[in-house]
T-cell receptor, first 111, second 115 residues
Framework: DAKTTQPNSMESNEEEPVHLPCNHSTISGTDYIHWYRQLPSQGPEYVIHGLTSNVNNRMASLAIAEDRKSSTLILHRATLRDAAVYYCIPLGGTGANNLFFGTGTRLTVIP | GAGVSQSPSNKVTEKGKDVELRCDPISGHTALYWYRQSLGQGLEFLIYFQGNSAPDKSGLPSDRFSAERTGGSVSTLTIQRTQQEDSAVYLC?????????????FGSGTQLSVL
């Protein structure tokens, strides 16, 4: 199984960048690294994903280590609406072996 | 288009009763996943369907839990003889196919309370 390790919680001041780390040392070569976030009382929503190269979209950036054993989700300017639990999960093809979300990182944004 | 729809949004039942939870995935999505989330906890994988293949039931916590997916679309998660420890939010997700490059789309969940 590709398990992940994330800090339980992090804090950021509003409008400052946030770097959320994730270790996934048992990731397989074909797994994509996905990030989801869960706002209070909602289901998780997709944030970003990548395979090897760093990725950018309107929500965030994803920096992937060269050995792919870790990644960092970057929120360039945290807003109060970014307060959520952030999950990283390596996802591969068929099979449920790596469909396990960890407990994620609870991000608190301080006004 | 419509996202993943789950019903009911809330369900209160008595211990020992059976419950059925419904998930309507995004049209055309062949992969469907059920998760459970207890209060303040992460997501616990339950079961996964991919197309017409046999579902992967490796996450189901006991034989009181079962799920089916009819016509490759709607899925129903059934919990028989509910127990208080079954109280949780049950989340459904779908993706176009079971591949690492595909995003998962989650519903808002069903909050199950067993009294």
């Amino acid at each position: 199984d590709a398990k992940t390790t994330q800090p339980n919680s992090m804090e950021s001041n509003e409008e400052e960048p946030v770097h959320l780390p994730c270790n996934h040392s048992t990731i397989s070569g074909t797994d994509y690294i996905h990030w989801y976030r869960q706002l209070p009382s909602q289901g998780p929503e997709y944030v970003i994903h990548g395979l090897t190269s760093n990725v950018n979209n309107r929500m965030a950036s994803l920096a992937i280590a060269e050995d792919r054993k870790s990644s960092t989700l970057i929120l360039h300017r945290a807003t109060l609406r970014d307060a959520a639990v952030y999950y990283c999960i390596p996802l591969g093809g068929t099979g449920a072996n790596n469909l396990f979300f960890g407990t994620g990182t609870r991000l608190t944004v301080i006004p | 288009g419509a996202g993943v729809s789950q019903s009911p949004s809330n369900k209160v039942t008595e211990k020992g009763k059976d419950v059925e939870l419904r998930c309507d995935p995004i049209s055309g999505h062949t992969a469907l996943y059920w998760y459970r989330q207890s209060l303040g906890q992460g997501l616990e994988f339950l079961i996964y369907f991919q197309g017409n293949s046999a579902p992967d039931k490796s996450g189901l916590p006991s034989d009181r839990f079962s799920a089916e997916r009819t016509g490759g679309s709607v899925s129903t998660l059934t919990i028989q003889r509910t127990q208080q420890e079954d109280s949780a939010v049950y989340l459904c997700a779908s993706s176009r196919r079971a591949a690492g490059y595909e995003k998962l789309f989650f519903g808002s969940g069903t909050q199950l309370s067993v009294l």
